[in-house]
Nanobody, 125 residues
Framework: QVQLVESGGGLVQAGGSLRLSCAVS????????MAWFRQAPGKEREFVAA????????YYADSVKGRFTISREIAKNTGYLQMSSLQFENTAVYYC??????????????????RGQGTQVTVSS
C-alpha cells in the first residue's frame, strides 16, 4: 500500500505563489506516476499535472502550462506542485494521486490507485 498526504495549501492573493507537497509512505517502490488533481466548488475534479516518478518526465493540463511545475524529490519520497501567477479560478481542493503503471497520460483519477485527502487552496481576488 501507498499512503499520500498533501500539505502546503492555504490562502494566497491573486498573482501569488504556493507550493504544495505530497509526502509518500508505505511501499514507495510500487508506484510509477504521481499526479495532481483539483476540484473547485460545484465543478468536477480535473487533472492538473503528472510526473513519472522514475525518469522525471512531466505532463500538464493546458490550463496550467507555464504557471505550474510538478517535481519530485525521490530521497524524501515527496512530490511537489509549484504554483505561480495564481488566479481566483484556481481556488480548489488539490489532490495528490499515484498509480503503479509508470506511464504518463491518464487524466482520469480513476486510473490512479492511491489518493490523498486533499489540501485547500484559496486565491483571493
Amino acid at each position: 500500500q501507498v499512503q499520500l498526504v498533501e500539505s502546503g495549501g492555504g490562502l494566497v492573493q491573486a498573482g501569488g505563489s504556493l507550493r504544495l507537497s505530497c509526502a509518500v509512505s508505505g511501499r514507495t517502490y510500487s508506484f510509477g506516476v504521481m499526479a495532481w488533481f483539483r476540484q473547485a466548488p460545484g465543478k468536477e475534479r480535473e487533472f492538473v499535472a503528472a510526473i513519472n516518478w522514475v525518469n522525471g518526465n512531466t505532463y500538464y493540463a493546458d490550463s496550467v502550462k507555464g504557471r505550474f511545475t510538478i517535481s519530485r524529490e525521490i530521497a524524501k519520497n515527496t512530490g511537489y506542485l509549484q504554483m505561480s501567477s495564481l488566479q481566483f479560478e484556481n481556488t480548489a481542493v488539490y489532490y495528490c494521486a499515484a498509480r503503479k503503471v509508470p506511464v504518463l497520460g491518464p487524466a482520469d483519477i480513476s486510473a490512479y490507485e492511491y489518493r490523498g485527502q486533499g489540501t485547500q487552496v484559496t486565491v483571493s481576488s
